[in-house]
């Protein structure tokens, strides 16, 4: 992409801007179209610049007094001074043509100002001045003036057509409302404008996101960012030229942090000569390279329309019935009620401080001034397996939608994200549900509540005012630092994260312990009945056992009974090259059984989970791929191998977790085989009882009496 950057006098003195069409800028400084200030002149340097040399003269830009004076040769020296460090990592041609002696610039002044000299009279005659009026007085006709008189690098930006002009404001205004919330590439802008039945606004679109921009409805952003620019404005003026040369030519040697301006990642960027804005070094991020190439050059336009704060209308009467309603275990009500009220005192915090803002500088800095200033609030709900989260965020669901706020449920697998629609349609039948994955239809489509995996919120900004993430220690959302930015990036200032899990980080664990995370545990199932205890058999590893062509007795019968009662029986392996053997083994041991395996390496694996959820399949041997997001009625779980260094604490209580979900079989059995007791194991093992504990002493456990009758 490539811009012009220009200087733009106002009654608060000179500032720097950057354009994709310059003629929208005149329009809006200098024909009083800019809603805080009026321009009264504007320099606009004639020279196309690549997007990422432009914003970095952009943000160091250093107005002067002497600018009041300066005529084009002032102007062209300023220019050539600020250019001179980007220039380091363009091709030689491209360098010689932003060498002083080739810059040009057009110095435009408003209608009603008074010619500064006699040199601006003479300009004004040229044909860019006559489009820069036009621009001013809205043209009524496509411009047919001969162009011989403009620069090159303006030839064919002739005068907008009226029809333009005139529906300049309410077109931009569509674009940054389709766009609200997102962070797309160029090429997605397109496609989801013809998406959205907009497709009349493409071939304008430099002109309307430019209008968008000046109005504060849009940003604009390069693919990547220099991060040690920053420091530069902290310097003293007379510095900050030789420093960033010298940050430029760090380019060459890796030495200066760059990021991807979508995702945010420093590493994988590779770097490679670019035929579109002529660098040695254009860099491509490959972290994100799934979902569309981001550049150096690419252009990234930031949707920044807010809805209103409604909340003053959708005052809630009752927030107990509000609860009630949805027939939660005492558990579940409880953990919601404390979510929603740690909602409600961000909600009230955020409201103080608009408030403060608006009584301090006015109503119109609370629209973006303020958002940057809210603090967006983090709850976790630490709920057992099997404890019905997705039941317990259905009154955060609503009361955010009743506050006129969006929801965004992210989890890291598509089968989740197809599972929960269904479910969260039959909840709010009257709101739209969006649903976003790989190969998704619904892309581009605008929801009440957007379902999504953690890949697709990459094209979302301060979107939804209610970020829930599940399963945020499941693979891939654990231990990535891009979708962890991704998601913190989607969530809206002043918003609220609810992180809902059965085994949260040891570092989420250690600041609930320290006070710094509000949470909710939920320390029992639906059913009231304790969490299965896992039970210990000491045995030879899979591989002995698999050398040995022989499994312990004491295993072969533990299964036998397994079987015997009508159980499933989930055998849990670290390896995918033992799925296979140990099916034949086990099919010799356990004759008349039909025993199966499945991996991620299986791609048949979701018939298998159908056949296995039918009972067709009754023992299915498997790895960490189903350790979670399955749920088959009267399990029981064997876990060989269970002190191998891929089980952590966290797997090991997933895969237990798969035992006693069903009300008719709370009490399943869950094995944990292996040569030795390892800490990973200890510490499951006391996590499944601290939870236990818990359930008990808050009263949320049935009685004996009570939960024999219910399993009779």
Not at 292 to 301: D, E, F, T, V
Not at 316 to 334: F, M, T, V
Not at 408 to 414: G, H, M, V, Y
Not at 495 to 508: D, H, I, N, Q, R
């Amino acid at each position: 992409m490539q811009v012009r950057i220009y200087a733009v006098r106002t009654e608060y003195g000179w500032h720097s801007g950057i354009t994709v069409d310059w003629r929208v800028d005149v329009r809006f400084w200098l024909a009083g179209e800019g809603s805080l200030s009026r321009g009264s002149k504007l320099v606009v340097l004639h020279q196309q610049l690549p997007i990422q040399v432009g914003i970095a003269v952009l943000e160091h830009f250093m107005p002067s007094e002497a600018m009041e004076r300066w005529g084009e040769q002032g102007w062209v020296r300023y220019f050539a001074d600020i250019l001179s460090p980007c220039v380091e990592v363009l091709e030689e041609e491209a360098k010689r043509r932003l060498m002083q002696e080739h810059l040009a610039v057009a110095i435009i002044e408003a209608p009603y100002s008074e010619p500064t000299s006699k040199l601006f009279v003479m300009e004004k005659q040229k044909p860019m001045y006559r489009v820069a009026e036009q621009s001013i007085a809205y043209a009524t006709t496509q411009w047919d003036t001969d162009q011989s008189g403009l620069p090159a690098s303006f030839l064919g930006e002739g005068v907008l057509q009226a029809e333009v002009w005139s529906a300049m404001h309410a077109d931009a205004y569509r674009i940054a409302y389709e766009i609200r919330g997102r962070l797309l590439l160029e090429e997605e802008l397109i496609q989801l404008l013809r998406d959205a039945g907009a497709e009349h606004l493409i071939a304008s679109r430099y002109s309307l996101i430019q209008w968008g921009w000046l109005h504060g409805w849009l940003e604009l952003r390069a693919g990547m960012s220099l991060t040690r620019l920053d420091d530069v404005g902290k310097l003293p003026n007379a510095s900050r030229i030789s420093q960033l040369k010298r940050v430029m030519r760090s380019l060459y040697k890796a030495s200066v942090t760059i990021c991807c301006g979508r995702c945010g990642s420093s590493e994988g960027l590779s770097s490679s000569s670019c035929s579109t804005c002529h660098s040695v070094q254009c860099w491509t991020c490959t972290q994100c390279l799934n979902v569309g190439r981001c550049r150096s050059c690419a252009i990234l336009i930031a949707g920044k329309l807010y809805r209103g704060d409604d909340s003053a209308a959708a005052l809630i009467s009752n927030r107990e019935e509000q609860l009630e309603k949805w027939g939660l275990a005492p558990a579940q009500l409880e953990a919601s009620r404390q979510a929603l009220d740690y909602i409600d005192g961000v909600r009230a915090k955020n409201q103080d401080a608009r408030q403060t803002e608006m009584n301090t500088f006015g109503r119109r800095s609370t629209v973006q001034g303020t958002r940057r200033n809210l603090r967006k609030g983090a709850f976790l709900l630490w709920a057992v397996t099997g404890a019905g989260k997705t039941e317990m965020i259905f009154p955060l669901v609503e009361d955010t939608l009743l506050h006129g706020g969006r929801v965004l449920i992210a989890t890291p697998r598509r089968d989740v994200v197809l599972e929960l629609k269904p479910r969260i349609e039959k909840a709010f039948p009257a709101q739209k549900v969006v649903t976003l994955y790989g190969g998704s239809p619904e892309r581009w489509r605008d929801g009440d509540i957007t379902i999504a995996t953690t890949h697709q919120l990459i094209r979302f900004e301060e979107a939804f005012e209610l970020a829930i993430i599940d399963e945020l220690d499941a693979f891939p959302y654990h231990n990535d630092p891009m979708l962890q930015r991704t998601a913190e990036r989607a969530c809206m200032p002043g918003g609220v994260f609810v992180y809902l899990s059965a085994t949260p980080p040891e570092a989420m664990q250690q600041d609930v312990r320290r006070g710094k995370l509000s949470h909710a545990r939920v320390p029992v199932r639906f059913h009231r009945h304790p969490l299965p205890i896992p039970m210990r058999i000491t045995m030879p590893s899979v591989a002995q056992c698999l050398s040995a062509h022989g499994l312990p007795a004491i295993l072969l019968a533990r299964m036998n009974y397994s079987v015997r009662r009508g159980a499933q029986l989930f055998v849990f392996l670290s390896r995918i090259r033992q799925v296979d053997p140990l099916v034949r083994l086990l099919r010799e041991r356990i004759p008349g059984v039909h025993i199966d395996g499945t991996s991620a390496a299986d791609e048949s694996r979701g018939d298998k989970v159908i056949q296995f959820r039918e009972r067709n399949i009754r023992v299915l041997v498997t790895t960490t791929i189903l350790e979670r997001g399955v749920t088959v009625p009267m399990s029981d779980v064997f876990i060989l191998d269970a002190d191998d260094r891929l089980f952590d604490a966290a797997s090991l209580v997933q895969m237990a977790g798969r035992a006693g979900r069903s009300k008719d079989d709370p009490a399943g059995l869950v094995v944990f085989g292996s040569p030795q007791w390892n800490r990973s194991q200890r510490s499951a093992v006391r996590q499944i009882r601290d939870m236990n504990r818990i359930a008990a002493r808050k009263g949320y456990l049935l009685s004996g009496a009570d939960r024999r009758q219910r399993i009779g």
